[in-house]
């Protein structure tokens, strides 16, 4: 069985360009355009690893990722950030 992933970020080529590749590597695939999105897809399926974006609009991905574990159900989803975010802060957060 192949390995769930899902993708989230608001930037529709990236998105598409990186579910592309991981669907390429023998991933099952799903996207979210933002987290609102993704957080409603978690409430019925739960993936092995989500990838989100850090810069989206209204929930970002850090607080998206503090909603995710804040869920006994999701908490220990890994979650891998890409982003073009390099500022010390944002990599402590």
Do not use: H, W
Not at 5 to 32: F, M, N, Q, S
């Amino acid at each position: 069985m192949a390995k769930r992933l899902l993708i989230v970020d608001d930037e529709p080529t990236l998105l598409l360009a990186v579910a592309a590749c991981l669907r390429g590597e023998g991933y099952e695939v799903k996207t979210a355009r933002n987290a609102k999105e993704a957080l409603i897809y978690l409430t019925s399926t739960l993936p092995d690893l989500i990838i989100s974006d850090v810069r989206m609009p209204n929930i970002d991905g850090f607080e998206f990722a503090r909603q995710i574990r804040s869920s006994t159900r999701t908490e220990l989803i890994p979650i891998v950030f890409l982003t073009a975010k390099s500022e010390v802060e944002s990599r402590i957060e």
